[in-house]
């Protein structure tokens, strides 16, 4: 697949749809070993209509399944098979050494970018990182199988 990849093909690759669907672009991708993934924040997220009123900063909660669904789609295009088997689904198993340094608010643009530290078929743990600019707003271990 082509980089940039786009939402036409993101939605081929994640079954995630609006207003869950917390990838706009990938912008770089080695498979098996990391990807780089954007996220444009704007002010029309639902989530901001209670999160907070007049104070909108992004969830931290969302902010770390937005880097894991960049990181699914390193495991999806990573995988041999993984894409044909459109009824295939990565679910998260852990969640370690999450920290969040900085709130994300409207017109920020999160880049996230994910190592593999372990892959397979089934099993990938991936380290993430979440910036802003060049500021480091979140990082996390992610683990997750592809069932």
Do not use: C
Request: avoid cysteine; glycine fraction near 8%; charged fraction near 20%.
């Amino acid at each position: 697949m082509d980089l940039p990849i786009n939402y036409k093909d993101i939605i081929k690759i994640l079954p995630h749809r609006y207003p869950f669907l917390l990838v706009d672009r990938i912008v770089a991708l080695e498979e098996g070993k990391r990807v780089i993934g954007i996220k444009n924040v704007t002010a029309n997220e639902p989530f901001f209509q209670g999160h907070f009123p007049g104070n909108p900063i992004m969830p931290g909660v969302l902010i770390i399944e937005a880097m894991a669904q960049v990181g699914g789609v390193l495991a999806r295009l990573s995988v041999p098979g993984a894409m044909e088997n459109q009824e295939s689904n990565i679910f998260f198993m852990a969640m370690d050494k999450v920290k969040f340094r900085r709130p994300v608010i409207p017109g920020d643009q999160i880049r996230f970018e994910l190592e593999a530290l372990r892959t397979g078929s089934r099993v990938w743990k991936m380290a993430g990182k979440a910036y802003v600019n060049s500021e480091l707003v979140a990082e996390a271990e992610l683990t997750a199988t592809i069932a």
